[in-house]
């Protein structure tokens, strides 16, 4: 059994140094009061995580203190936002399956890495999130009729709701009718493992939600949409859809 007294430090040094992160700099009297120690054990936590290799920068005078160089962390590693995107919304669908193994502190996991950003980075990352939804897995029945999309196919439509640019799709219906259509990609419905488009429908003048295993092709057409109003969309998704 692990020793509740080390879980503790180690949730504390979690948030020292999340605290770190989120200000320019802190005072070690206010760094005291928000994790509840004192000065002694806050000195030994500081020195333990400059010899673990963390920058803890110092600088004197008015308006100085202590602080965790913004270069560090999981940024590091240079990814963009839709590449944080993509692991976000891995971890969500992870969470969404229920798994009994190893799966429990997925949330957490979720909200460390989000925190993780530049707060720039965390905007852009917070309004694709948004548009984002996972629901509860689909039925056997609807499993079964499932074809996977071709690649090129989910690239574009992967690209088109990114970067908010219109896409001309080739949709074939459950009674296997095909039309042509344009459409603005807004949100992204997950009942695993089907994909759901909410869009605005160019053709119909109105929203639409289409199966991203039914779309036959999918060309970005160069336009660019602003996002509409969610009480345009709102009727066609439920209200056990979260965003991730």
Known sequence: MINKSFEQRTERRSRLIGLLRSETYWKTSDLRDQLGISQRTLM???AELKQAGYPIESERGRGGGIRLNGRWGVDRL?????EVIELLLSLAIMESLQSPLLTHNLKAIKQKLFQAFPQ???????????RIMIGSNAG??????????EHTISESIAEAFLEQCCLEIDYQ???GAQTTRVIEA???LLNWPIWYIT???HLRQ???MFRIDRIKSARIVGERFQLRPIEDFIGIYTPYYQSI
């Open 140 to 149: 056997a029945n609807t499993v079964a009729r499932y074809i996977t999309p």
């Open 186 to 188: 807004h949100y992204i």
């Open 199 to 201: 869009s605005w429908d």
């Open 173 to 175: 219906s459950d009674t």
């Open 120 to 130: 720039q980075q965390r905007s852009a990352v917070s309004d694709i999130r948004k």
């Open 44 to 46: 030994r936590e500081l």
């Open 206 to 208: 109105s929203s639409r």
């Open 78 to 82: 240079q990814l963009n936002h839709h």
